[in-house]
């Protein structure tokens, strides 16, 4: 696991079944046109491998998503298609919520 970190400083709301987009440019004229609900810094992340942690505000963590070579370290193997076999320990489905 990398060493990056950002406290998100402000409320982002997701709603049951919803999303929010968080990105590094709000500039919808250079960022692809994407509207986010939160801009951050400090943080780069890899298109081979990489993971994104979200903690709740007592230090607990409350979701991951992990990509690349990382997902081994959870004992998935990468290109199967087998979603259910990316199962972390707690039963969150690491890959699941990463592509659906």
Known sequence: M???EHVIAADVVVA???YVVLGRNADRATNGGVTLAYVYSGVSLANTDDEVLLLAPNGEEADRVVWGDNLREHGCV?????VDACDVADGGDIVARFGR
Do not use: E, H, R
Request: hydrophobic share 20%.
């Open 16 to 18: 049951p079944g919803a």
């Open 2 to 4: 990398g060493t990056d």
């Open 78 to 82: 990468a290109g199967t298609g087998d």
